[in-house]
């Protein structure tokens, strides 16, 4: 049983082959036989690189187009770049041009018939294309007549074999574009991503040039300065530059010279092996035309591409006018560092009559690893912790260092004594990880105090900067000092406060603390307690008034001692289930104006002002503060 139906499906599938093969084929082979019949043109479409419409009636609709590699050019009635888009819609329908019938010609005069009759005496449009890249190639020409009575279609004829076809009217659509719309619209081509470089001169003055770099993030000036450009502003040229338009060619009026004679601005870009140059002329009439798009009006002027002979008017926007005629100052970047902050390992900061301070960390640390404060001193003295929101900020007002005018690029020795570098205010030098040189900056003032920039002292660039950036550099510790004094650890607990008038030894406040944060006596306010003792436990300074503890200090105009000692009792889990208790003190001034009082720790070496909120936690439980109308009770 099996055997028979393994027979019958052997012979089944060779009847489908024989099928396939005999009728499928036959199919296949005739429907392509049919669509090849119904196309007009062979394959010397497929390669086309010269082409040429003639229209009789209208010469200024003629135009001839030419390929060279991989781009279409206008060669009449101006020499432009083509529009590929355009271009692409003309060849399309070329390659698939199909008649819906053919007939030869020369059989007309048996059915009575002429030429005339299909309009093709005097044709509407001649078409001729040549192949390939020989000039002397045989050409392809074809004749456009009337379009027919019935279907809408068109006529057309093909030369070499004097055969009359019926097609559709897509060819004659195509051929019949403006020239508006077959030009080109862009003048420069080259994207933002492919330039390699950018060179502008304005009349007759000395060239400036920018290249891109090779790892593509940064632009450089190479003449008539060596500077860093701002990328951003660069990109942002080019893009303007790429968006012009040409607005009309072969203006009534031509300019007294031509703008590929007498350039006002040429502007050049290099792309990847390709170069485009823009040259532009004088401007025209009243010089402005409106722009709603743009602050200021536009101004139209006469342009040439270089190499081309074509004359046209293009509207400019003042502000990019404006850039270009002053590239080295506009194009230039204005933050005077380059460094990423990440990579920071050290900042060393000079004044003068002062000894040097440095903010440092480990450099095979991570980026946010703790800082210390080091001070350079004939006795040095143990490193302080920084504060990393001091730092941080430091950090990021040296990378927003900008130059609100550059001075000079070839400072005198005069200049550089009266912007203050023979003795700089400030020396400022950052350690980059992986680098071994230094990033120095240098910061002068002149007799007016204004703030000038400089990087290291054989630097010639020298930039304005905004004076501000002075009182961000401090060579104090305190500035830089970590706010938070102390910190209990998290199984440690407050267990009493004792604030003690030291001027009559009078106790202002003694309070317990059970391990439920109850407070005893009852009498005292729970609340501001508990405020105490959360501070406490976190103790932050506002700010540092001195590098160092002293029994003496300068406050309120006066030179004082300390007023106040509030001994704080903690306890601290020890072992066998024991305690360890521990007494640590924090010395107060008076209350100053302000709400300003100033507390000292000698274990910490810090005399600082205390925060708002333990300040007047202190003061509302003082007996000043309780006789305070203003008072919380």
Excluded: C
Aim: charged share 25%; proline share 6%.
């Amino acid at each position: 049983m099996r055997t028979k139906v393994t027979l019958v499906l052997v012979f089944l599938n060779v009847a489908l082959f024989f099928f396939i093969f005999k009728f499928e084929r036959q199919w296949i082979t005739d429907g392509r036989q049919l669509e090849a019949r119904r196309r007009v043109l062979g394959p010397e479409v497929s390669d086309v690189r010269w082409l040429e419409v003639t229209n009789p009636a209208n010469n200024a609709a003629s135009f001839t187009l030419t390929r060279q590699g991989d781009a279409w050019s206008l060669l009449r009635p101006v020499e432009w770049p083509a529009n590929p888009h355009a271009v692409a819609t003309i060849l399309s329908d070329l390659r698939l041009l199909e008649h819906e019938s053919s007939f030869n010609a020369r059989d007309l005069a048996k059915s009575g018939q002429s030429l005339a009759d299909y309009g093709l005496d005097k044709p509407r449009l001649k078409l001729e294309f040549r192949a390939g890249t020989a000039t002397e190639a045989p050409t392809t020409k074809l004749e456009l007549g009337d379009i027919t009575k019935v279907g809408n279609r068109l006529y057309v004829r093909t030369v070499a074999d004097d055969r009359i076809h019926v097609v559709g009217r897509a060819l004659a659509d195509s051929l019949a574009l403006p020239l508006s719309q077959l030009r080109s619209d862009t003048l420069l081509t080259i994207p933002v991503f492919e330039a390699r470089s950018l060179s502008v001169r304005s009349g007759t003055g000395a060239p400036v040039r920018l290249r891109r770099e090779s790892d593509n993030t940064r632009w450089t000036f190479e003449t008539p300065i060596i500077a860093r450009a701002s990328k951003a502003e660069v990109d942002l040229t080019i893009n303007a530059l790429n968006a012009l338009h040409a607005a009309n060619f072969n203006p009534a009026t031509p300019p007294a010279a031509l703008p590929a004679a007498a350039p006002s601005l040429r502007v050049s870009l290099e792309g990847n092996n390709r170069r485009e140059t823009l040259l532009l002329g004088e401007p025209i009439g009243a010089t402005a035309i409106p722009n709603s798009a743009a602050t200021s009006p536009d101004v139209e002027l006469y342009a040439q591409l270089e190499g081309r002979s074509a004359l046209f008017t293009v509207a400019v926007p003042t502000r990019l006018l404006e850039k270009l005629r002053d590239a080295q100052d506009r194009l230039r970047e204005r933050r005077v560092l380059d460094f990423d902050a990440t990579k920071v390992t050290a900042v060393a900061l000079n004044a003068p009559n002062q000894p040097p301070l440095t903010l440092q960390r480990d450099p095979a640390a991570p980026p946010d690893s703790p800082w210390q404060v080091v001070r350079r001193t004939e006795n040095p003295t143990a490193p302080l912790q920084a504060d990393p929101a001091a730092v941080k900020r430091l950090l990021a007002q040296l990378a927003a260092l900008a130059a609100t005018k550059f001075e000079s690029d070839a400072p005198s020795a005069a200049q550089l004594e009266n912007w203050g570098f023979n003795r700089p205010e400030r020396v400022v030098a950052l350690t980059l990880a992986g680098t071994a040189t230094p990033l120095e900056l240098q910061l002068g003032t002149d007799a007016r105090r204004d703030a000038y920039a400089r990087l290291s002292a054989s630097a010639n660039s020298i930039y304005a900067v905004n004076a501000d950036i002075l009182r961000e550099l401090p060579v104090e510790p305190r500035a830089w000092r970590d706010r938070l004094v102390r910190e209990l650890p998290a199984a440690a607990r407050i267990t009493a406060l004792k604030l003690t008038d030291l001027e009559g030894g009078a106790v202002l406040l003694d309070a317990a603390l059970d391990a439920q944060g109850a407070v005893k006596p009852a009498t005292l306010d729970a609340r501001l307690v508990g405020e105490i003792v959360a501070r406490l436990r976190s103790l932050r300074a506002r700010r540092f008034v001195q590098d160092a503890f002293a029994d003496r200090f300068l406050f309120a105009g006066e030179e004082r001692t300390w007023r106040y000692r509030l001994d704080t009792t903690e306890s601290l889990p020890g072992g066998a289930g024991g305690e360890q208790t521990k007494v640590t003190t924090l010395l107060l001034s008076i209350r100053g104006g302000g709400g300003q009082q100033l507390a000292g720790v000698k274990e910490a070496d810090a005399l600082f002002e205390i925060e708002q909120p333990l300040l007047d936690a202190l003061w509302k439980l003082s007996p000043a503060g309780q006789r305070d109308p203003g008072a919380t009770k």
